[in-house]
């Protein structure tokens, strides 16, 4: 499908118009960033590694029978995905301690919980992304009660496949964050990439750290890591 002119523009993607008005063309861009645009670096082939991963994971879901906005890989760094209506909520799945729950709870991180953590945020980077709950998101008109139980079944869902997948790749999937949208028919899709920049992954035998975290704590060796979960997740996809 052919790409028209540029939509919108955010820290790590360009969405562009297509032919069609149900389809839009995502662009990964090189760049990094974290905490909410304060650390910044353009790292080279960033762009094509994370459309590669992302297109692998949402495509391996849409093979399971998750709804997800993606089509099809456009290029080294596009994909062509669905148009939906976003809902303003973030879901985290938490299946080790780590990052901002173990700081906001004094917790050390790798701590493995007996159950599945759930956390429910605001989708609102001015008011850094506040964890909510339930009841909240139903206030803010964002879902229904219903929604929220088909939501938190998705991502739970989500979380068992990604977590099998990841397993064959000799990778723990420690956490991730994902979001949904409203498809032309009402229902909800997954609506996000699922990549290094947003999920934890840790080596299963040397518990190195496999994602975003090697930018955010300056631990070096960013694009020849996501290279290797890219390289890692396509031989356990054959
Ligand atoms: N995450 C994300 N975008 C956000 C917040 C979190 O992709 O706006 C991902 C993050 O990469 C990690 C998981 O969600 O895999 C849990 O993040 P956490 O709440 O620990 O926040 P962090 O300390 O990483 O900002």
Excluded at 62 to 73: I, K, L, M, Y
Excluded at 169 to 174: M, P, R
Aim: hydrophobic share 40%.
């Amino acid at each position: 499908m052919k790409q028209l002119e540029l939509l919108y523009e955010g820290k790590s993607k360009q969405i562009y118009k297509t032919e069609s008005n149900s389809h839009v063309i995502v662009r990964f861009k090189d760049d990094a960033t974290a905490f909410y645009n304060i650390k910044r670096a353009k790292i080279e082939n960033k762009g094509r590694i994370t459309a590669d991963i992302s297109s692998m994971v949402l495509e391996y879901l849409n093979n399971n029978d998750v709804s997800t906005h993606f089509v099809e890989r456009v290029g080294d760094d596009g994909q062509l995905c669905r148009v939906v209506d976003h809902v303003d909520v973030e879901v985290i799945v938490r299946n080790v301690i780590a990052g901002s729950m173990a700081k906001r709870l004094g917790i050390d991180e790798g701590i493995v919980p007996e159950n599945t953590i759930f956390d429910l945020c605001l989708r609102n980077s001015e008011l850094g992304d506040p964890l909510i709950n339930d009841h909240h998101a139903v206030a803010l008109g964002i879902v229904s009660y219903e929604e929220l139980g088909e939501i938190y079944a998705a991502a739970a869902h989500i979380n068992n496949l990604l977590t099998e997948l990841y397993a064959k790749a000799g990778i723990t999937l420690v956490d991730f964050k994902i979001e949904f949208g409203r498809a032309a028919d009402g229902s909800l899709v997954l609506a996000d990439e699922l990549s290094p920049d947003t999920c934890r992954l840790w080596d299963t035998a040397t518990g190195e750290r496999m994602d975003k975290d090697r930018f955010r704590r300056d631990l070096g060796r960013v694009r020849e890591t996501y290279e290797e979960v890219a390289q890692r997740l396509h031989n356990a996809l054959k």
